[in-house]
């Protein structure tokens, strides 16, 4: 028995689940189940968390077919999987209530279902709009061994893994649909470890891999020993089967083992995490192709080179959409963008159009004066135009607005918000100036004074960003503090920064709600981004300050 | 005791609180409890769930200095009021979790804290995202009666109210933030009958009034006896305090005591409900005016009228942007409309802005048929030019799409769907049929071919809805099973709907879910609006059928 023991494989299934498609997902388990058994001989292969019906399904979950849809697709693993064994994820309804499952399936059998105890209803998740908690802990013999499941969240609070390992547990299996953030793999990795540590019980760690709307999974699975030793981990946004020696984990000491992957720079992380977000939405939306409006600067050069990256130049359009305050400069650096990058560029001048928007709305405005009115025109000229080659030809418009400028609402409605997905969207300038340089150390395709000029929207003559914004070093410490880590105006103050620009800001985010509610969504890379995780009122009378 | 119990009052301060405006809904209580106790001489008056912060707060609830806000504004309450007790709800956060509280205030001090048992975590509520529930019943004893406190939820579950009446209440105040639909009102009164039936305890409802972003709160409070009878009722979508003799509902039997208001008709609950929309969100984000492309078509028309009843004529400003499709008839119409209902009113041709759009993208469109992108394009342009006057004037742009359009995707993204408030949002076209002529009974307003003429959207020649669309009446019956009803395309079949009909609608639907993430807010009225009631991905791989 001991020497059997010492021979089983487990492989990580870290594979990309398309939200709501219950059939093709099912085709990817048999596949990789397949895969597992002939290419690396697996006795366990274990699958993401809620593998039946993607990450997160929303509302879908309440459509009164998914239990159906959800036995069917069972059955069909249950006949077609019989010589190795599963853990795979699913919603599944009983006596009323859904349950967040996971199944211990072998020979073709269920041999045990997990439901999920601690369902997360914070930051972007919302599982208790939906799901019932379990209660009961699973721990059953295999192979020898006593395995234990649990699921994701059941991981970051005490009680599962304790009971499972009480139990006896001799290793814990804990599947995970874990969204992305620039933090998330080290703090995954640390409270794993110390849950095994604390629970002497080596626990394998499965995460999904692939962008659903906001939200990218990273995969990053691992594996650690009871000593708290990560003795596997697969590698991050890479879809894959990945095997692991069980005897490794399980017998494993403290010390032994291979390393693990090394953990990414932050610039490479985030710029595989918007490549990751872009190819999914692109891809799993069946856009044939993007576009993208060019306008010499940083945001739309580092969108642009994403989207090659993400898709490949073949798919990618640029256009350029002068008008009398876009510099010699700006027309030159876009068209080495597109040429570097290998893309479609064409050249619309907006002039003409403008003109005949102005004359007619100047006998409504007589006696008004020219103010941001007029700069929002020309960025809207622009929207119409890329929505125009988007509805013509079924090309998905990228935009390119940072999280600055989404916070303070620096963008235009309607204009160069206009678009299905906003690539930077969770990315603050000061970052987006770094992976500029780092695109560059890959290949040099934006040009070096594209980062370094000072940034300006070039909607009215001689314009610098930080004309009306603060210096962006400022701006997003300020914006970091209040958005993402929930600092109160008065808070930031005391931090050492100034008064009067510190309010300034604070109010800019809060006033410009309305704006980021009608706004594309983009790919979530911080602990905080605008979207599921942000939920504010428009109408709000909360005073800032303390 | 006998004779002092028999002269008790309570008044229900139905009342319109700020979201997030601390400071503000404490002038509000203090307030409506003096005009409780000099004008009324009543000996409690009862507010709101959660009125200081408003309904829902959203993620202010998460914000570090909500609890010295409330601590500040609680102490100024007890300070100020001294001679009239209340019950009040506020969040309130102690060892680390926060609860949804009400409080028994009498003489200057909190006598009981009862904490929210029931969490709603459905629909349009979050509350588990917030709140820990509580376990506590609250019954304490005043001018000789047992008062019973319990919050909104608590009501729609059976243990609180069960709990409360066997602790001995001879009454229970429960507090609402209780949203509107066309059903609500019936739905809260036969709900909180039967429960005073079952436990033979009164029960008085008192109910938050005023719109939220998408929420309308409708008031309509009442008390029942311990009969079941509805012996008092404050009128819907009224602001005000309404006086209950107490001994009536303890007292009272089955048969007795004053009729009810009566319910509205089903056009006119709906039609006072998008007024609230429109007026609370104009005001409350305090834009002066707003501005509506009038079309000469039926949604502008009745959006138009709702404006004019929300805010007044002088603060509305219609547009009407014809191009070479807009028929003479449109523009009779709408200018019709406009004097009608004393708004300004301006006419703005597209014609020549088309042309010079068309000539910078003919190049571009080289060889490509002509289809929707032009009449995109023309929506467009109407887009630009509102959202121009919006941004030099500061008025707010009204939208005009109803929800079977919302619904199918048959609006235009930047076009028709630009503006901030989309009045019809939830109002299905037949609804909106409905509404016009309701609204002409009041006062001839909408001229009556506007009602009887064919819907269309004037986007290219002799264009009929209908060319496009199921007829209407088939159409909303699809989508009300399918969106408000969650019956699955062959369900709808199997109720006699015509296969193809049925497939093609609800896949519109499904593939519109990314016009409808950005598109703005308006205000719900059934039971399943678009917004925060129905969150479904984008990215999606359902397949529709069972």
Known sequence: MVTRMTQLKVAFAQIDCLVGDIPGNVDKVIEAAETAKTKYNADLVIFPELTLTGYPPEDLLLRASLQVRVEKALERILYTVKDIALVIGFPWREQGKLFNCAAFIDGGEIKAKYRKKCLPNYQVFDEKRYFEPGSDTVVLPWRGFNLGVSICEDVWEEEPIAATAAAGADFIVNINASPYDIAKLQQRRTLVQSRAVTNSVPILYVNMIGGQDELIFDGGSFAVNRHGRVCFSAPQFEEGIFLLELNDVIHGEGQETAEPAPTMAVEASIYKALVTGVRDYVNKNRFKSVVIGLSGGIDSAVTLAVAVDAIGADRVRAVMMPFRYTSQMSLEDAEAEAKALGVQYEVVPIEPIYDQFMGALNPLFAGLDRDTTEENIQA????????????????????????????????????????????????????????????????????????????????????????????????????????EHDVSADGIVAKGFDKETVYRVV??????????????????????GFGRDRRYPITSGWKLGE
Chains 1, 2 share one sequence.
């Open 380 to 483: 809207r000229i622009r929207g119409v135009i890329l929505m125009g080659i988007s509805n013509k030809t079924g090309a998905l418009v990228l935009t390119t607005g940072n999280k600055s400028e989404m916070a303070v609402g620096y963008a235009t409605l309607y204009g160069d918000m206009a678009g299905g997905y906003d690539v930077l969207k969770d990315v603050f300038k000061t970052m987006v100036f770094r992976l500029a340089w780092y695109r560059n150390t890959l290949s040099p395709v934006i040009p070096e004074r594209v980062i370094t000029r000072p940034p300006s929207a070039e909607l009215a003559p001689d314009q610098k960003d930080e004309d009306s914004l603060p210096p962006y070093e400022i701006l997003d410490e300020i914006l970091s503090l209040y958005v």
């Open 507 to 528: 109010r800019l985010v809060d006033i410009n709600e309305y704006k980021r509610r009608q706004a594309p969504i983009g790919a979530r890379i911080t602990m905080r």
